[in-house]
């Protein structure tokens, strides 16, 4: 019997033993699990907390006065291209068709869709006034470039100064002109700002206090076709003409093209503004005198980078101006591409 109670004794025992050594066997794994399901929350959490927030798209309205200018065009097309370098910026183009109540409509469909900022090529200085005041009420930020309106409440101009344009012009005709000149001039669309500011430059640095007689000055427009048919009504009235000033390089290639068909290219100078590629061709062939450059596509693309700018709440100057250059035999090689 004491025997019986004995095995029965140490077989508790050895159970016993089993049991503890199960529990120690199991602990380790069981707390290892609970950890790594712990840590894996933490860390799934941490990610979804960390995570980049995705990545706003800037929407930046384009009011282009009239692409069928070619200079213009040259603009709209920097514009494009600098928008399609940054991934955070969506350009919407619109042109105007050289219509100031098309113009005024666009800007407001822009302010209407909620852009985020909006760069105005305004086709009438007055008259594109009103969309100064919208972008205001509206709070959206207003960049004007390469024209300007007279309000001059927009929040940033990014161009040229005409009146230096009509400057440097003025400057070339003293030197190549005689003292009795008579000249006739062509100007862009009466109440555009280059239209004021280049004849406004023009007038200070050739034609006040000197003998040079002004036949005749008349808006083509900008138009080749529109400048062509007026220089060959100029060339038909003035027999005696000297020059004809342009406002800008398609009229000019319309007027040289006038005076090279009535066969006085040998008396009959042509200048114009804004060197495009045909009227660079031009100088270099010795047909026209004269352009002054402006940079059509600095002037785009710095646009499209401070209308974002603005768009993002930075700071900018009120105006950003890049400077014309005055493009002569002497230095047309260095605009050529």
Known sequence: MKKKWISTLLCMTMLATLLVGCAQTETPA???AVATTAAAATT???????AAPEA????????????????VQKISDAITARGEELPDVEILMQDAEGDVATQLSQVEAFITQGVDAIILNAMDAEGLNPAVEMCIEAGIPLVEC????TNENYTCYV???D????????NFLKGVLPEEAKVCIMYGPIGQSPQIKRIEGLTASLLDGSKIEVLQDQTANWKREEALALAEDWLTRYPDLDAIICQNDDMAMGALQAVQSAGRQDSVIVVGIDAIEDALQAVKDGTLACTVFQDASGQGSTAVDVALKLAKG???EKSVMIPFQLVTTDNVADFMK
């Open 56 to 71: 706003k798209t800037y929407k930046i309205g384009v009011a282009m006065k009239q692409n069928a200018d070619t200079f």
């Open 163 to 170: 009146v230096d344009a009509g400057i440097i012009q003025g």
């Open 159 to 161: 161009g040229s100064d």
């Open 146 to 149: 390469n024209t300007l309106t």
């Open 44 to 50: 799934e959490a941490a990610a979804e907390t960390t």
């Open 314 to 316: 930075e700071t900018v």
């Open 30 to 32: 069981t707390t290892a």
